[in-house]
């Protein structure tokens, strides 16, 4: 068993989408960033972390940190560690991490995060334009292969999965054709993916 905390309609998504995939036993405690919940198992009060039965007094935080455990100890969703296959899949989760999470939380920093006298306006031309470069690079190698590591989803999938639905809600640039559309689809078609983002509807408020 293991509890998610954290509110799924933000970065806990990509915990529950991984649990869902992985058909794990799970409950979910919807602490909001920073709430006493929260910083009872993560001092910088930030959101997802989980608990593992096993461990119970060892949360785990960071919501990549989740589900690379998850798929490390469930053996799915993952190259083995100590390969050079794995040592690309971090690569390419880094990268996702690098230049897609940290401008999309740039950007939500500056619109809403930080307190008024910290936001700066024109940060979006800087925030699209390293998201259309990263999604040049994407396009390219999504144009030869069904996910970021070729035919076999894997942890960055499901993280970019969770950033691509976080960009097009900020109602951000997105392109409608081509090789990166029809990947996105690919992930959203997943029943797991249904799943999470059906149990997540019950926290968007």
């Not at 936001?119 to 470069?133: P, S, T």
Request: aromatic share 10%; proline share 4%.
């Amino acid at each position: 068993m293991y509890t998610l905390i954290g509110n799924p309609k933000n970065r806990s998504f990509r915990a529950l989408w991984a649990l869902e995939e992985l058909g794990l036993a799970y409950e979910i405690n919807a602490a909001d960033p920073r709430s006493e919940a929260m910083l009872a198992v993560n001092p910088t009060g930030k959101s997802p972390a989980m608990v593992d039965a096993e461990y119970p007094d060892q949360a785990i935080t960071d919501s990549a940190a989740i589900v690379q455990y998850l798929a490390d100890k469930h053996r799915e969703l993952s190259y083995s560690a100590g390969t050079i296959e794995r040592a690309q899949q971090d690569a390419m989760l880094h990268f996702v991490n690098d230049e897609f999470d940290s401008v999309l939380w740039m950007n939500a920093k500056h619109k809403f995060a930080y307190p008024k006298e910290y936001r700066r306006d024109g940060v979006i031309d800087g925030v699209m334009y390293e998201l259309a470069r990263s999604m040049a690079v994407l396009e390219d190698r999504l144009a030869q292969q069904s996910y970021l590591m070729g035919e076999r989803f894997t942890v960055p999938d499901i993280v970019l999965g969770h950033c691509i639905g976080w960009l097009k809600s900020s109602k951000l640039d997105w392109p409608e054709t081509g090789p990166l559309n029809d990947y996105a689809r690919r992930l959203t078609s997943r029943e797991a993916y249904l799943r999470a983002a059906e149990i997540r509807k019950g926290y968007l408020v």
